[in-house]
C-alpha cells in the first residue's frame, strides 16, 4: 500500500459511505442534535470491531482496488486491521506509528503518523466524539429507506481529504459507510459490517511481533 494512501487510511479508517439514490437531502447545521448524538455516542465507545469492504479509485488506472478483512480498536491500545482478500496482510496502530505487516512478501513498513499529522489525531473514535472540532458539516442526509444518516464533512484544517462523507445507522448510530474524496481526485469507499461497540477483543490483534529475518522500511 503506498504510503499517502496508508497515512490517509489512519486519519479516516473508522469511517465510511456509499450513496444511494433514495436520499433525500436536507441541510442543517453544525449544531443540529443529530451531530451532537453521534459526538455523544462515540465518546463513550471504548472498543469496536467490524468487517469492512474498501473500493479505492485511482485516477488516470482502468481497474480499481478492492479489499475486505476486519478492523479492531480498542481505547489505549491501538486500531488493527487484518486483510482478508485480495491478500493476506496485517497493519496495526500503536503508539503513533502504523505497522503494515505483509507476511506474502516478508516486508513491514513502518509509518510515523504523529500524534495529528494530516490534523487529526491517528484515534479516529475521539475525531467522530469531536467532529465540529475537525470538520464543518455542511450537510445532513437521511435514506428514506433504510434510515442511514450521513453527514458530509470538509475538513477545516488543509490537507489531502477534500470531502468525507459519513454514514451511521439511523436508530444505533454504528458507523455504516465512508467515502473519502481527494484533492487530486482518488476516491476511498469503505462499507462496515456486523459493527460491534464495547465488546471483548483479543489484545493479540495488535502484536506487532515478525521475524527478524523481514524487510524494514520506514517512513516519516
Known amino acids: 500500500m503506498k504510503a499517502g494512501f496508508s497515512k490517509l487510511f489512519i486519519s479516516f479508517i473508522i469511517l465510511s459511505l456509499i450513496f444511494s439514490i433514495y436520499f433525500t437531502h436536507k441541510s442543517y447545521g453544525i449544531s443540529d442534535n443529530t451531530v451532537n448524538k453521534i459526538e455523544a455516542e462515540y465518546k463513550n465507545v471504548y472498543s469496536i470491531s467490524a468487517y469492512f469492504y474498501q473500493k479505492e479509485i485511482m485516477p488516470g488506472y482502468s481497474q480499481n482496488m478492492a479489499f475486505k ?25 500503536k503508539n503513533a506509528r502504523l505497522y503494515i505487516i505483509n507476511n506474502q512478501i516478508k516486508k513491514v513498513t513502518v509509518v510515523n503518523v504523529g500524534k495529528e499529522k494530516g490534523g487529526f489525531p491517528p484515534n479516529v ?76 477483543i483479543n489484545g493479540r490483534v495488535f502484536n506487532i511481533h515478525f521475524p527478524s529475518y523481514y524487510t524494514i522500511i520506514k517512513e516519516n
Open 125 to 200: 473514535v475521539k475525531v467522530i466524539g469531536s467532529l465540529t472540532k475537525y470538520f464543518r458539516v455542511e450537510n445532513i442526509s437521511k435514506n428514506s429507506v433504510s434510515g442511514e444518516i450521513v453527514l458530509e464533512l470538509k475538513p477545516i484544517s488543509m490537507q489531502r481529504a477534500k470531502k468525507i462523507y459519513v454514514g451511521f445507522g439511523g436508530k444505533s448510530l454504528k458507523i455504516k459507510s465512508l467515502k473519502i474524496i481527494t484533492h487530486q481526485g482518488q476516491i476511498i469507499d469503505f462499507i462496515y459490517k456486523n459493527v460491534k461497540f464495547n465488546g471483548s
Open 69 to 93: 478483512g476486519r478492523f479492531y480498536y480498542v481505547r489505549n491500545k491501538g486500531m488493527a486491521w487484518v486483510y482478508e482478500y485480495p491478500f493476506h496482510k496485517r497493519q496495526v496502530l
